[in-house]
């Protein structure tokens, strides 16, 4: 189905509604079906730049009444009373993408049968190169899913998880995830420059290294075990540095970080 031209209505017009806006841009959609509140003058200009005929305002309710689709793109501190204030009407679908509220909590706020999605995307949305996660309350229709995929698939990869406690599994490997990259690089980096590698060489070897590895993981859809085997050749460079990480037992570790972020995922969720 074509949904170039659906409106959707952002509250909240901040990092990430801008890279979700720009992407449904990017992808043809009509920029006059897109309309946005934020009340910052500075961040309202911004969104104006992204189209000069995308609807930017600072009226949440005028913005949520003419939407097929309302996104909500506010912080999870605030979201309570803006949602509270929205008062979505029948047929309207409600997606949020803020991190750690969940599907009860939000119905709660929005009205108990409000179809709502939560979204779980990622910092690389900003870039066109996110992974996004969603689930569903059940009154949400097929026809419904398949709008709330086109607008999260506005900012890269996305999958479905049915059942909503998974969510923090995925907030602790792909919501946190880019970070732990980041954190490789930074580390190539640095020792490439102790080594002796000009730094703008050393970001280089680190950064492209980074994204030819996804790159490649990516198109050729082999399995990351099995690429890993066709740069190790035995007794050879990788090899050696492979044991040292294995000896300094890095699966395990990686394994305790991402469940303690799961269980920091429960404990935020808990909260809210
Ligand atoms: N950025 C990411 O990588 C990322 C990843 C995963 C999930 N998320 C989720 O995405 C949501 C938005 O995050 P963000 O990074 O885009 O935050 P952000 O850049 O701070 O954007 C939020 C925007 O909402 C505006 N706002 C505040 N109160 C409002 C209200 N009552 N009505 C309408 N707009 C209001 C803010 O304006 P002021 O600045 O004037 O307050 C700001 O422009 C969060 O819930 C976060 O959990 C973000």
């Not at 841009?25 to 009509?30: D, I, V, Y």
């Not at 309202?44 to 609807?55: V, Y």
């Not at 979204?119 to 190169?129: R, T």
């Not at 899913?145 to 900012?155: C, F």
């Amino acid at each position: 189905m074509d949904h170039s031209k659906s409106t959707i209505g952002f509250i909240g017009g901040g990092n990430m509604a801008q890279a979700l806006l720009a992407g449904l841009l990017r992808a043809g959609h009509e920029p006059a079906a897109l309309r946005v509140a934020d009340p910052d003058p500075a961040q309202q200009a911004r969104l104006q730049e992204l189209s000069p005929d995308l609807g930017v305002g600072a009226d949440n309710f005028a913005v949520a009444a003419a939407a097929e689709m309302i996104v909500l793109a506010v912080k999870p501190q605030v979201l309570a009373g803006v949602a509270q204030a929205v008062g979505p009407r029948a047929g309207q679908l409600v997606v949020s993408v803020a991190a750690g509220i969940t599907l009860p909590t939000l119905e709660n706020w929005l009205g108990a049968g409000t179809p709502c999605v939560r979204v779980m995307p990622n910092q690389p949305a900003l870039v066109g190169a996110g992974m996004s996660v969603l689930c569903a309350t059940p009154s949400v229709s097929d026809a419904q899913r398949e709008q709330a995929t086109y607008l999260a698939g506005a900012g890269g990869d996305t999958a479905w998880v049915e059942d909503e406690s998974l969510m923090d599994a995925v907030t602790a490997v792909s919501g946190s995830g880019p970070a732990y990259f980041y954190l490789l690089m930074e580390i190539l980096e640095a020792t490439a420059r102790d080594m002796g590698i000009a730094p703008e060489v050393a970001r280089k070897l680190a950064v492209q290294t980074a994204l030819g590895t996804g790159l490649t993981a990516s198109e050729t859809g082999s399995p990351p075990a099995e690429l890993r085997k066709m740069v190790t050749s035995p007794g050879g460079t990788t090899q050696t540095a492979l044991e040292v990480l294995e000896q300094g037992k890095i699966r395990e570790l990686f394994g305790m970080a991402l469940e303690a972020a799961r269980r920091r995922s429960v404990e935020l969720g808990r909260d809210a």
